[in-house]
């Protein structure tokens, strides 16, 4: 099963500030990784697709990167409704699997 | 518009057996290349998959929990059913129906329900 570790655990920033999270896995996933946005009490939310693909809805300081086996999510100015968790999940190699998540709190 | 709602009891008991359903609107599962999973979320902590039923009634299902899982589908009603035996403690989450993006060779998940939390207690 691939390992999929999501680092750091928790991100302090403040707003306006970039934020910068990443995503390893444990073998190549190609560009197969997507980012969920969780707000406390909600569902997720696909954020990213392909590595670097934005969902319908979010803004363009939501952007992803990289392939192989390192993903970075970076929001380039935080705003106070982008305060969440957030969640890589590889859909390369089955089965399919979830980072343990970022916590992008207020600093 | 896809829409899925999950519904079951809230609360069950050690041992009990939990049955699940989702039922969704905006697409058929009888339609070559859909796929519905559960995903479930204890209480602060991260998502895990459980299950997955393809258009064609494939069936997949989480390595560790693989003996405890079924999952089924009604197209007729748009539903998708997950049971869990022995459920104990430690099964207590929100569950999620979610469904995976159709287009081509994909593997996110496009579509969340709102989930439905289980809380497993004597």
């Known amino acids: 099963e691939t390992v999929t570790t999501q680092y750091p655990g928790t991100l302090s920033v403040s707003p306006g500030e970039r934020a910068t999270l990443s995503c390893r896995a444990s073998q190549s996933v190609s560009s197969k990784v997507a980012w969920y946005q969780q707000k406390p009490g909600q569902a997720p939310r696909l954020l990213i697709y392909?590595?670097?693909t934005r969902a319908t809805g979010f803004p363009a300081r939501f952007s992803g990167s990289g392939s192989g086996t390192e993903f970075t999510l970076t929001i380039s100015s935080l705003q106070s409704e982008d305060f969440a968790v957030y969640y890589c999940q590889q859909y390369s190699n089955w089965p399919w699997t979830f980072g343990q998540g970022t916590k992008v709190e207020i600093k | 518009q896809v829409t899925l709602k999950e519904s079951g009891p809230a609360l069950v008991k050690p041992t009990q057996t939990l049955t699940l359903t989702c039922t969704f609107s905006g697409f058929s599962l009888s339609t070559n290349g859909m796929r519905v999973s559960w995903v479930r979320q204890p209480p602060g902590k991260a998502l895990e998959w459980l299950a997955r039923?393809?258009?064609?009634?494939?069936?997949f299902y989480s390595t560790s929990l693989k003996t405890r899982l079924t999952i089924s589908k009604d197209t007729s009603k748009n539903q998708v059913v997950l049971t869990m035996t022995n459920m104990d403690p430690v099964d207590t989450a929100t569950y999620y129906c979610?469904?995976?993006?159709?287009?081509?060779?994909?593997?996110?998940?496009?579509?969340w329900g709102q989930g439905t939390q289980v809380t497993v207690s004597s």
């Open positions: 979610v469904r995976i993006a159709p287009t081509g060779t994909t593997g996110w998940y496009d579509y």
């Open positions: 392909g590595a670097s």
């Open positions: 039923i393809d258009w064609d009634d494939d069936k």
